[in-house]
């Protein structure tokens, strides 16, 4: 373990401070003994006091029951677990883990504010020996959370090939909490007006969307794997670090189930905690209804983004690319359109209580109804929804003051700069923001 710098080539001493503490599994499999418990316990009381941001390398197989160092029944009353929870939320937490990371091990890791892991990782909260004692079966170590299971599970944040590459990813990781970039370069912004297709029907790539929108090489997306129908990353704007929350229109139109909105809710609570202003980039028909997503507990997990949302303190801004439908489109901008520091719309924006078509279907049932002729009513159904689509373009909405401005897409950039040098710096202070971060 020890205190050294990352990034202190782009931001300087005191930004890039940072504590690292590193599990050895050639000594005894990584696993925690008595000094080792100590050792952490030390790291931990000083990155508390000093407000270090920690890297976690977690590897290892948890608890050391054959430690001989120490005279004990379970070791509950031990400091390291309790002491390492509670720096959630006072600077960034970082876990890197590589091959097996199990029990005490594994707790640490999921402490932590993002989880980095290599494509060998297997993470547990008992590994096998533990789950053979408990008369569970006999499974060998991959067999017991590998990445099969734990990135589209939402475990893992960031999923990557090796350790260099996990320790890339960290650096980058951190870097957004360490300052703004004096030098940067960003796509052509003119592709932004050809990304959201003219067919209101079609798809679209958002993640290509952020990248264009986003400066050269700075997005970072955490948990890709988990509730595609939501895209969570960090970015930057002219150099300046912002986290980005989005509906992904290529998974259920990018309507909100429980996985998405876990997804978003504890990254809006990342960023909050440390003082990363937020963009929601909208394309939902609202949020996700059906039978069998309500067996999820859809309506507690969908609004999480209504409490977590409205009680954030750093800078919202809000853009719809294309549909704004709903309550779901409400739980992204934590309960309403004003609630953001602006709330702006492409040209392609649609908005409404829900979704057109099915506005229509409910709204005009009998008069549909009553229509013999399948052709007429067809002819009806379509320039019902037409006129209800013309309502609800962002040109009209924008006059009832239902939203701020209709932007050229490509002056998106030069809108959330302007929304940021408006909005006053956030204050130094010597505790918590939030008490902590979910770890879920």
């Known amino acids: 373990m020890g205190v050294g710098h990352v990034n202190d080539e782009h931001f300087g001493d005191e930004a890039s401070r940072v504590a690292v503490v590193a599990y ?12 080792n418990h100590q050792k952490q316990d030390r790291m931990f009381r000083l990155a508390e006091k000093w407000r270090l941001p920690l890297v ?29 929870a509670r720096l959630s939320g006072g600077a960034p937490l970082v876990g890197v883990t590589s091959g097996r990371c199990f029990a005490g091990n594994a707790v640490l890791l999921g402490c932590c504010d993002v989880v980095i892991a290599t494509a060998n990782s297997t993470i547990g909260m008992g590994g096998p020996a533990m789950i053979e004692g408990g008369g569970l079966g006999v499974y060998k170590p991959e067999e017991v959370g590998p990445m099969s299971v734990q990135v589209p599970n939402g475990v893992v944040d960031i999923a990557v090939a090796d350790e260099a590459e996990a320790v890339r990813a960290a650096r980058k990781y951190l870097s957004y909490f360490q300052g703004t970039l004096a030098q940067w370069t960003c796509p052509d912004q003119r592709l932004l007006r050809s990304a959201v297709p003219e067919n209101r029907l079609r ?4 993640r290509k969307l952020i990248s264009t929108l986003a400066d050269t090489d700075s997005v970072l ?27 992904n229109p290529r998974h259920l139109a990018g309507a909100i189930d429980s996985n998405a909105a876990d997804k978003a809710a504890r990254f809006v609570q990342l960023c909050d905690a440390h003082d990363v202003p937020i963009l929601f980039l909208f394309d939902t028909p609202g949020n996700m209804v059906w039978p069998e997503a309500e067996k999820t507990a859809l309506v507690r997990h969908c609004c999480r983004l209504y409490v977590i949302g409205a009680n954030v303190t750093v800078p919202t801004f809000t853009v719809v690319t294309r ?16 609630a953001s520091f602006f709330a702006m719309s492409w040209p392609t924006g649609e908005f409404g209580g829900m979704g057109l078509e099915g506005a229509v ?20 159904y379509e320039k019902m929804v037409a006129a209800m689509y013309e309502k609800g373009k962002a040109l009209s909405t924008s006059t009832l003051f239902e939203i701020d401005d209709v932007i050229d897409p490509a002056d998106t950039r030069r ?5 940021l040098r408006s909005v006053p710096a956030p204050e130094r202070r010597q505790g918590k923001k939030r008490p902590f971060v979910d770890a879920w």
């Open 24 to 35: 050895d599994y050639t000594v005894l499999a990584g696993t925690q003994g008595k000094k």
């Open 56 to 84: 976690l390398f977690a590897e290892g197989g948890g608890g050391r029951p054959g430690d001989t160092d120490v005279i004990a029944v379970g070791s509950l009353q031990l400091d390291t677990f309790h002491s390492f």
């Open 203 to 206: 798809a679209y790539d958002m």
């Open 221 to 247: 997306e955490l948990r890709r794997g988990f509730g595609p129908g939501m895209i969570t990353a960090f970015a930057r704007i002219e150099g300046r670090a912002i986290g980005i929350v989005a509906n």
């Open 323 to 338: 549909k704004a439908y709903g309550l779901g489109a409400l739980a992204m901008a934590g309960g309403s359109f004003h």
């Open 361 to 380: 279907k409910l709204g005009y049932r009998n008069e549909l109804a009553a229509m013999q002729d399948p052709a007429e009513r067809k002819a009806a």
């Open 415 to 419: 809108a959330i700069m302007a929304g």
